[in-house]
């Protein structure tokens, strides 16, 4: 026990003795009011830390020091993907050769020390038997092929596939692929975004990826945060599973590509809804050989790629185990807190040192007024009333 | 650092004002927590086959008035429905079998208001808070039930980290849940599980798959106890077994400390639940669960 949570239980407990009545705020209040902890709130990231570290947490469990990263991937498929770490190397085809080759290597070395993480590739791999592929390849389809999956993608076994979505002759891509193939099939819908996710996972995809960077360009989407972006795509996914009693493992999963390279932006697109994050494989080689002295050959690039993934893995670990979480998959967007009440809106996140939406405060406010004026509102009134204030 | 306890008379033993050992239990332990206090007492004797008992409460202005309807069967889902269009009704709950009280205080303070000594019962549970999460409000107070099937209570002491996300998923399959306590998340997920699949250990175990955080809590069901560690066993609770004399009957306790288990008796037999493993108390099994 510190010597603040010390503090609050000595103040509740001598509150207690001189006034013979209950204390009416809680500890989180008590903690978020104290003065040693709000001067230390410069952002976001420092305040989480600082609620991970209060009285009702667990962080000083050694117990807590085991954070589950394991995601897995299909839904009612016969094949399943379990990834270690929650990321998925989303290939550029842009890229080298020997970048891609050397992410072959680093992927697989990394596998064989139990930290699986995905790739998702066009181009194909030359795999040699000294070192045949050990983590799971999500093959890339491209948009204009309409053919079944003989030849061209058995070819190289691939674990997962990856279509765009374009076009409605997207979708019978989509329905072919889903007769042939028994792994899961994941969605790029950035370019369609917000339209048409009921259909495609009705359809039986997996999952969709998204691409903030691509998604933010759209007109409905301009000027606003990719925060906007993965709580709409985690609300369109939800919605397809509102009043639906399917089992959580079945649950499609929602990959979040773009502007997504660091352990800080993995763990806020998580508790943002991301299952997955895709991480971008130029920034990755970009990354990586940033401060790499040696020439650039495959082996050191990989070499570095090794050590920079086992690096993010280690530090995405950090922000659950100071929320008192066992598995990372568990923060959820109340554990983020913002001084943006844009941010606030946009993401359902609650504000800095109230614990509550700004969504939630309007509400509040709505609600004591209606009920002071006696007027009578029902519940989806009163909603449109909301949205209308809120401008959502 | 919230404080729980149980009692399960043996042989279905409806008689016994089984209120007076829970404060005792609630009283040995309130240095735990001093904000509020609650009790959910079973009484299964048959005898109310004609209502269904609504208790809620009423927000005016900050302060809470309780308020307790009784309705018949046919009536049950409209009053629910009725109530929960008013923003200002919080529902603690709905039952038949089961008499819910709570309050902010101390235990004296609840027996004062509501003589919980005098309260006879085959088995009940009780609750101190002291609040980590949500506000001392009665409406915050344990035990927590939902309306989503009737006769269900928890205490709960610690802590669900991942809250939110349950209450997300539980709230998209279109319950209602009434504060913004995590202990209400257990209360609605058993029910969602029971009305499933009815298996009370299953259903446990499936919220210690779920749920993530140190916790310990016990469920109450019309002819069942529940007492459940998370799989880490971060949170304290035991449970030991008094054989009983002349003067009162045999039953079992469980509690967060063990001068609980002390302060009536229940010394024999003592264990803890190994965590991520619930410990179920049945009335009809339990003669055969004593070790002989």
């Known amino acids: 026990m510190n010597d603040a949570d010390k503090f609050i239980i000595r103040k509740a407990v001598l509150e207690l003795a001189k006034t013979g009545t209950p204390r009416f705020t809680s500890i989180d209040d008590d903690v978020r009011n104290l003065p040693n902890v709000n001067s230390k709130v410069i952002n976001l990231w420092d305040y989480v830390t600082a609620i991970g570290a209060q009285l009702s947490r667990p962080p000083y469990d050694p117990y807590r020091e085991t954070i589950s990263l394991d995601i897995s991937i299909g839904r009612k498929t016969s094949r399943k993907v379990t990834l270690n770490i929650p990321l998925i190397i989303y290939g550029n085809i842009a890229i080298h050769y020997s970048s891609l080759e050397s992410v072959h290597l680093a992927l697989n070395q990394l596998a064989e020390k139990g930290n699986v993480l995905g790739l998702i590739s066009a181009i194909e791999i030359n795999s040699t038997r000294d070192n045949k592929r050990k983590y799971p390849l999500f093959k890339k389809v491209p948009s204009s092929n309409n053919d079944s999956l003989e030849q061209d993608y058995k070819k190289s076994y691939p674990e997962g596939l990856v279509l765009e979505y374009t076009d409605e002759t997207s979708l019978k891509m989509l329905q072919n692929f889903r007769k042939e193939f028994d792994g899961p099939i994941l969605v790029d819908v950035s370019e369609v975004f917000p339209l048409y996710i009921k259909t495609i996972l009705e359809e039986g995809a997996d999952g969709i990826i998204i691409d903030t960077n691509k998604v933010t360009k759209n007109e409905i989407y301009q000027g606003k945060h990719a925060i906007a972006v993965i709580s709409d795509a985690r609300k369109a996914i939800n919605d397809y599973y509102k009043g639906r009693e399917e089992n959580d493992d079945d649950n499609a999963i929602l990959v979040i590509a773009g502007d997504v390279n660091s352990a800080g932006k993995i763990v806020k697109a998580a508790a943002l809804g991301a299952n997955v994050v895709g991480y971008s494989t130029s920034m990755l080689i970009a990354h990586s050989n940033m401060y790499s002295e040696k020439p650039s050959d495959v082996s050191s690039i990989a070499d570095n790629v090794y050590r920079h993934m086992l690096g993010t893995k280690g530090e995405i670990k950090g922000i659950p185990a100071a929320l008192g979480y066992s598995d990372f998959h568990n923060i959820s967007p109340s554990d983020l807190r913002t001084s943006s009440i844009d941010a606030s809106l946009q993401g359902n996140i609650p504000l800095e040192g109230i614990d509550r939406t700004y969504k939630d405060m309007i509400e509040e406010v709505l609600n004591e007024y209606v009920s002071e004026k006696g007027i009578k509102l029902d519940s989806s009134e009163t909603q449109q009333v909301l949205r209308s204030i809120v401008r959502e | ?292």
């Open chain 2, 1 to 292: 650092m919230c404080g729980i306890c149980a009692v399960m008379m043996e042989n279905r033993n409806k008689d016994f004002p089984i209120g007076c050992l829970l404060y005792k239990m609630m009283e040995s332990q309130q240095i735990r927590a001093q904000d509020s206090t609650g009790v959910a007492i079973f009484n299964n004797n048959g005898s109310n086959k004609e209502f269904y008992r609504i208790d809620y409460f009423r927000k005016n202005n900050g302060k809470y008035n309780q308020v307790t309807k009784k309705v018949p069967p046919e009536r049950l889902d409209k009053t629910l429905y009725e109530l929960t269009l008013d923003p200002n009704i919080v529902i603690a709950s709905c039952a038949k079998e089961m008499n819910l009280l709570k309050d902010i205080g101390l235990v004296r303070d609840l027996d004062a208001k509501y003589k919980i000594r005098s309260l006879q019962g085959t088995h009940g549970i009780g609750h101190l808070r002291i609040a980590t999460s949500s506000r001392v409000t009665p409406d915050n107070a344990h035990p927590f039930s939902t309306i989503v099937m009737p006769d269900i209570a928890v205490v709960h002491n610690g802590e669900i980290t991942n809250y939110s996300k349950l209450r997300s998923s539980l709230e998209l399959q279109g319950y209602r849940l009434f504060t913004r306590c995590d202990s209400e998340v257990i209360a609605v997920f058993i029910a969602d599980q029971l009305l499933r699949h009815g298996d009370l250990e299953k259903a446990n175990y499936e919220f210690i798959k779920k749920a993530d955080g140190p916790f310990t809590y016990i469920v109450s069901t019309p002819d069942s106890l529940a007492l459940v560690r998370d799989k880490f066993g971060a949170r304290k609770g035991i449970f030991g077994y008094n054989p009983g004399n002349r003067n009162y009957p045999s039953f079992w306790a469980m509690a967060t400390d063990l001068s609980a288990l002390d302060s009536v008796g229940a010394t024999f037999y003592v264990e803890t639940p190994q965590p991520g493993k619930p410990k179920i108390f049945y009335n009809k099994i339990m003669m055969e669960s004593i070790p002989t």
